[in-house]
């Protein structure tokens, strides 16, 4: 299952309306940034830009994350999605 690591911004909503859109099930976790949720220590390991969206597959291992841009990590679902399906 996929994790994102958001909060109510235009850049991160991309990332679980995509998610949302090809069916696939995720777990969202808020990341306060007007509190400075993103520059604290759990959150800058994940990642050490302290931006959110970012998504992450245990299952296969790999995180996209900011600064890498929002509408790429979609993009890259949506990529990973398509060729599972077929
Ligand atoms: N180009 C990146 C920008 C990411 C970004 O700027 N995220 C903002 C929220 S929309 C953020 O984490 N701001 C907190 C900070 O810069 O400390 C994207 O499209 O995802």
């Known amino acids: 299952m996929y994790?994102?690591?958001a909060f109510s911004?235009?850049?991160?909503?991309?990332?679980?309306?995509?998610?949302?859109?090809?069916?696939?099930q995720y777990e969202l976790?808020?990341?306060n940034v007007r509190k400075g949720?993103?520059?604290?220590?759990?959150?800058?390991?994940?990642?050490?830009?302290g931006k959110v969206p970012v998504l992450r597959d245990e299952e296969r291992g790999?995180?996209?994350r900011s600064p890498r841009r929002s509408?790429?990590?979609s993009r890259s679902v949506t990529a990973?999605?398509?060729?599972?399906?077929?």
Request: hydrophobic residues 40%; proline residues 6%.
């Open 62 to 64: 790999f995180t996209l």
């Open 29 to 31: 976790h808020s990341v």
């Open 37 to 49: 949720e993103q520059k604290h220590a759990d959150f800058v390991a994940l990642n050490p830009n």
């Open 3 to 5: 994790q994102v690591y």
């Open 71 to 73: 509408w790429s990590i």
């Open 80 to 86: 990973r999605c398509s060729r599972r399906s077929r």
């Open 9 to 24: 911004t235009p850049n991160s909503v991309k990332v679980p309306i995509a998610l949302e859109e090809l069916g696939l």
